[in-house]
């Protein structure tokens, strides 16, 4: 098992995940052309993608799923609000799989256990990816945790987490008033503390990646991120990966 990211931030996010055959995409927030250049830089043809799971409706996560799926014949697994959603804006996916009541379910080799965030989307969707030993958990665009999510996440042996921006930058920044509430607000994104206070509450024993995502580019830097987490675990800052925007992150096993 093993995963990457073509990018992670406000202007686009896809992570790729793969157990033997079978290789993911979650959310695609890229142009056809950009996601076919993001792929190639993984190794990857487009045409090996067996399915799209999205988290949510908003443009950086899905912005070129209906694209993509139309153009290489890609089923597409989403929640009955994402659906809804997606459809307004794009009109009718070629083959569409509704993740009903969170659900767990599998792709020919992969287990997805969907869990619900707090995020001012319709029935958002995040997800712990498994080939039924190795667990890969990814939390991003969630205002804060709740109990339920940290019991999902206990006992991950990778995990892609959400430390959307630092408090005290956010509050200087040149945000308009409204949107600073909205990015620190209970359904907006996840701040480097409570992220690092998410994962003090979990088992990390059996942690192999840990990686800081959608790192905000005006309201944060990766190592605010890294050494935020890197306190938790007890480790160097550098143990700590990065998902970037533009380059998101090379292939990490699990093994």
């Known amino acids: 098992m093993r995963f990457a990211c073509l990018g992670s931030g406000s202007r686009g996010n896809g992570l790729v995940v793969e157990v033997a055959d079978t290789r993911l995409l979650l ?7 950009e996601t076919i250049i993001r792929l190639s830089r993984l190794g990857l043809e487009p045409d090996t993608i067996d399915g799209i799971v999205v988290t949510h409706e908003h443009d950086d996560h899905i912005g070129g799923v209906a694209r993509f ?16 959603s997606v459809e307004k804006i794009f009109g009718p996916l070629s083959e569409v799989n509704v993740i009903d009541g969170y659900q767990r379910f599998s792709i020919d080799g992969i287990e997805i256990e969907p869990y619900p965030v707090p995020h001012d989307a319709h029935e958002p969707a995040q997800f712990v990816f498994s080939d039924g030993a190795l667990r890969l958990g990814v939390l991003t665009d969630t205002g ?112």
């Not at 139309?70 to 994402?82: A, D, E, M, N, Q």
């Not at 935020?228 to 007890?234: A, D, E, G, I, P």
């Open 27 to 33: 959310d695609c927030g890229f142009t056809l052309k």
């Open 69 to 84: 799926a139309r153009k290489f014949g890609v089923p597409v697994w989403l929640t009955h609000g994402t659906l809804r």
């Open 144 to 255: 804060c945790s709740t109990p339920h999510i940290e019991a999902t996440l206990r006992n991950c042996h990778a995990l892609v987490l959400e430390c959307n921006h630092d408090a005290q930058l956010l509050a200087n920044s040149d945000y308009p008033w409204s949107l600073k509430q909205r990015v620190g607000g209970r359904f907006g994104h996840l701040e480097n503390a409570a992220s690092a206070e998410l994962l003090a509450n979990l088992d990390c024993s059996r942690l192999q990646h840990v990686i800081a995502a959608h790192l905000s580019q005006k309201n944060n830097t990766p190592l605010l991120a890294q050494t935020m987490l890197s306190s938790v675990l007890n480790c160097g800052t550098d143990w700590i990966g990065v998902a970037s925007q533009d380059d998101g992150f090379g292939w990490r096993q699990l093994i």
